[in-house]
């Protein structure tokens, strides 16, 4: 049962959480004209890794906001969670960082 | 006729009131115990030697232990609803009335015909199935065998009682409240922080409670007593007794079981703990292992600890006459108490060649013969152990000692289960011959006996420090708390012996429950099943209900002999949750469970829809199917619902409809990349059909925009999809285009919905009083006007799922019932009748207007619906676009959606067949069509829009019928009615 | 006594069980193969023996890192069903419905199939035309199917929940009488031994660390915690770690990775007569012979390599069995355990050549691997030996997901078995 350090509501139970996917994935474009090939690299493949994985999660029965978590697969342990937004601070004691 | 309960004036019995008598029924005898008594130790007292059979073998058994750690005495506790199959006849504690039964004899467990398999008992060694029962099938054999294996029987009633919930935080969880914990828990609550402190048992104590040791110059009990209510003064913490710590999981998340005895009417009768600690100290405590020589199973073979645990806890003397076998000081510590009692001790059996003056001082000066470097070969008896033989290790001196009871200590085992579970690792340790707990994965620390001190000095020391570490690491400091004074007695000093030397394997019995020897632990190692995974299911070890408390580091060192390795090479099994059995009831407790599991959704409207005498299913929302006049059946009703929307009027209550406002300067852009339409460019006033598609193409849901005013749009998902989709745009928007000026707000609650459909739909909107301009040519098809409507403030939305002129009203919820009585009255002069879903489907499924999800599946893409030209025609990206282009998107034989016409009705669910009678399509919703009177249907199928007019085959459940390809709009193809 | 039988057993009662031969032997690892195939479980041990069986590739080694059948063949829920909706899904898991039903007699080990039926319930009148539709296409495709009445359900679990009032009322099921279960260890245990005779090296505790490769990038051989050994074919069946073995390839595929739990009572005496699952609420129930409750459900939600499992999950999958069986509420559960299942987007398999030339895949079965072992085994074997896909395997290429072509189960089956 993992506890989940949300930057906006604190340490709350796995149970109010929604997994969503790994954090990094970039989403070709029309204009990117990929091929069918690296457009199924980016809807299927994936690193899978036994270990840190950089991953989305919702505060579905919380904040509804999305977050972006660092955490390890094997041990379960969180090393780090991060608010999943790029545009506008809203609170400024809360880092920003998308995309590190 | 040997176990008997003490006299009150040599022994009172600790944790029983001799003044209540209770009166219970085991196996239909009747007998009486005292209140504190357990069922095993009212049997012992009651000289019941033969209280169980075992697994495979059906032997006989009597009581072994005192806890959890129990293995033969395995009970059926009550009958009929409460019953409840395979307890401990150890942890259950007596009450007056209580009946139980042997589990897996008959007729009884003192006389059990089981008992013949033990004939072919050679035949039968550890695997033996996987060796035969294969001519000429499993089959022939395997529903004996089901019918011999399983204990006890399952309730085959509902369970009348309740189980419920408690979540907490702490700072601190001790579990176990022996003396380890209790110091560990009064330290760490002096300190102020907020403590746990759970325990198994009735009382706090843990060891103390039946040791008679002594603690700070009183009795062990008494110290727990007070160290108790020192520790529950302190309001941050807590003591819950009756609770089992069953499962560590990740993130210091820890269950619990407490058992609320005397639970009646709606009280609980078990409470699960979910408790969130900070730091978690486990003081729980060890278990005793037995000896492994042939005929150990014999009932009055009993653990040493056990021994000690009846005569000080329950004033029982198990037997009459005890030889006491040992590896250790254990020993000489239940000698010393039956000895007091008045029991004769024949001899100790020690396997230690140089047993310490003192002891063997102590024994001499009561006459006990010692017995060293010696082991039990051989335990005889038929129903109940008689006599033992005797060796001296290396050969020699041999005899035989009668007795009625066989102590027996191996060694004690730290109760590791919970570290082991919390991911902590576990290391072999020669000299106390066990498996102690070293590194933590998480914030936990062992102490006491579960760490391997088996001295009560050490249980004390460690308790406090580990009290004081916990504070410290959390930033509770202050002074320490001072350990008492102890009585102390050492049980390190022990010999590793894992099975008897010389012994008879095959009846040395390792695995009591699952009748598992020593001889098929060998046989399992001979065949290469050296792995102790392999050995646990190879053998069933530690399979049966005990969970192996007593029979798995046996086995392991049994093992590492086997093949040379040292048990830590060996390894441990893994230790899986729960601790001891957890009912299913406790363990869902907090589960939304019968009427709640998914809470029924109620439209605004509702009590109207059952005043009009409708019939409601579930929709996701609870909705009215169809309004059944006296006779007619769900069909008839329907139809007739449907005919009168096409021919005057018909009125459906909406409400469930998805409602989702999009506000924003870039409102329309979010749009534009949600729908595979453009919805930038729509017009105030004006309405746009879209479809959304998932990354992979895939159609996940239809509806309509509608621009409400600049950078304002409200959108319509379908009622059943509604949430989903929400947080499918709510993650688009946070995740992916989070620059976008835009915020999504979910009013479908909001607003009740209320639909008029038909020809006189727009005389019905007149009459009510309406002051928004209803004519076609002011108010069109995929239009939407604000307004009044019989005084009502309202958003009219010129929609239609039926082909009808159909008017969608919008009012605040509350209103919905009164407009739709209005909407009633005055309705009544153009023939309004309210109409179902089951009439909607009907009206929908003619029309050829699709359900997202019944008419297409997870791989219909825009194409196969016709929706391809759209596609082209947009400049801009949307979701799901690019896989549209993929291989198998651009092919010719892809799944298209189609009507079917027949003469028969069809069926949803029949598959439309090729010439080689496969499956080339399937149809997805039919009926009758209430406007074109004939019945039709919609259906997927292969290059479908290639075949129209094509006779096909269609398949159901074995029979074949035909129809027709037709384009899957049936009804008013032109729209005329629509836009009429 | 190498064979095994009922006169074996009594003579070997006859001399105290003593002369009972090693299952499967313990060779050192040889500095070459043919054939390498990493993954002792059900799937490795299974294409061994087909390479040595059908196709006569005998100088074969299993490489497996803990013990033969310790991943996902010993801890799963034992189910073995076919009713599966699309015909190239039908036609690989009867495959392996019918080599399991020769299977004892096959590798003279019994792996006790009971074919008590399996049981989907039907809850909604949408899952009621679903379960329609899909019973037809099976039939079709020659899977035994039936759609059944609640009366029937009455009669084959009367301890079922079959109230009208219920939340979520059971309208009708889908029954494969042919489904059931297989005591699952005894597959890889059978499947080791039939390969060990034939002459399969099956070396445990073993981890594979690296693949070795020529200029063209070929496999050359496969480093291992025991030394390097040389082989121009490796075939992979991992399961859950498949990823992991992947990434020491240098490639990545369309799988994640989650737990899967399962759990089972205490053993009580027969009471569930077939394998019962709900889509309504995604948890099964079946009984062993041994009277435990076996118990499975949904996957965890999150990715994980733990096998452990979540409580939350653990708890709602309770709650969904007792929606079914309310009186089993008082019955207790005994053991609790969670494997790692790789689970591709569209719950299929992949079988098949890998980017890397020489290494051949056998992964993604997701939580339905188990009821697919022989005819996974039977289909990297065919590969290994011949190069090319058996019929079978065909549509579940690793290029399916760059052409689209998905084989969606997720939207047949909608739960893990």
Redesign the interface.
Known sequence: MHYIDCPWCGLRDESEFSYGGPADLIRPTLADDVSDQEWADYLFTRDNPCGEHHERWVHTFGCGQWLRLVRDTLSHKILRVDVLRKKQNIFPNITDERGI | MTGYRLDSTINMGSLIDRRKSLSFTFNGTRYKGYEGDSLASALLAEGVMVAGRSFKYHRPRGVFAADSQETNVIVQLETGAITEPNLKATQIELYEGLVARSVNCWPSARFDLGALIGLIKAFMPAGFYYKTFMWPSWHLFESTIRRAAGLGLSPIQPDPDRYMVQHATCDLLVVGAGPAGLMAADQASALGMRVILADDKKQSGGSLLWNGQEVGGEKGQVWAKNKAQTIKKNLLSQILNRTTVVGYYDHNFLLAIEYLPNATGHSPRQKLWKIRAGHVILATGSFERPLVYAGNDLPGTMLNSAIIHYVNAYGVAPGECAVIFTTNNTGYETARVLTAMGVTVRAIIDTRAAVTCEKQAWANEQGIIIYPHTVIKTAKGGKAVRSVQIEQIGGGKCLTLECDLVGLSGGWNPAVHLFSQSGGKLEFDDRLATFIPTTSAQDVTSVGSAKGAFDLGTCLLQGRDAGLAAAASRGFVGESTEVPEFEQWDKTDQDMMWTVPETSLSSAFVDFQSDVTAADIGLAAREGFVSVEHLKRYTTLGMGVDQGKSSNINAIGIMGDLTNRTPEKVGTTKFRPPFTPVTMGAMAASRPQGELLRPRKYMPGHNWHISKGAHMLDYGWQRPSHYPIAGETMQQAALREAKNVRNAVGVLESSPLGKFEVMGADAGKFLDHIYVGTMSNLKVGSIRYGLMLNEHGTIIDDGVVAKLSDGHFLLNVSSGHADRIMDWLEEWRQCEWPDLDVVIQNVTHCWGAITLAGPNARAVLTALGCDIPLKNDQFPHMRWRMGTLSGFDVRIFRVSFSGEVSFEINIPSNHTVELLSRIEVEGKAYGLAPYGIEALDMLRIEKGYLLIGTDTDSSTIPQDIGFGRAINKKASDFIGRRSLKRETALSDDRYHLVGLMSDQMMQSGSHILDQNKKSRGFITSACFGAGVLRPIALALLRAGHDRMGEKVTLYTQGTESAATVCQAVHFDPDGEKLND | MSK???F???K??AD???K???????PDLKPKYDVVIIGGGGHGLATAYYLAKVYGIRNVAVIEK??I??GNT?RNTTIVRSNYYY?ESAAIYDFSLRLYEGL??DL???I????RGELTLAQ???AV?????????M??NNIDAE?ITVAQLAQLE??LNLSPN???PVLGGTLQRRGGTV?H??VA??YARAADRLGVDII?NCEVTGFKRNSLGAIEGVETTKGTVLTSKVGMAVAG?S??LA?RAGF??????FALQAMV???????VNTVVSSLM?GVYIS?S???ELVIGGMLD????????G???T???V??G???MF????????????AGIV?Y??DSSPIIGPSPVPGLYLNCGWGGGGFKAIPAGGYCLAHILATGVSHAFAEPFSLDR??????I?E??AAGIEH
């Open positions: 095994y039988s009922i074996s057993l009594v070997g009662a105290g069980h003593m009972w031969p090693l299952m499967w032997r313990a803990g013990w059948g310790g010993g015909p004892s007699q003279n080990f019994n006790m199939l009971s074919q909604s009148p949408e035309e679903i379960q329609q539709r899909q019973v037809n296409a039939r079709l759609y009367p301890l219920s939340r979520f005591r260890d005894a245990w059978g445990q770690h990823s992991v990434a990545r595929l369309p799988v994640s990775s009572t205490e053993p009580v005496k027969p009471t609420t009984q012979d041994k009277g939600r999150f990715p994980s390599y733990g096998q452990r979540s409580f939350a653990t708890e709602a309770l709650a069995i007792l929606e309310p009186c089993f509420s008082r019955l207790r559960i005994m053991r609790q355990w790789d591709t987007h997901f760059r052409t689209g072509a998905l969606d997720a939207a």
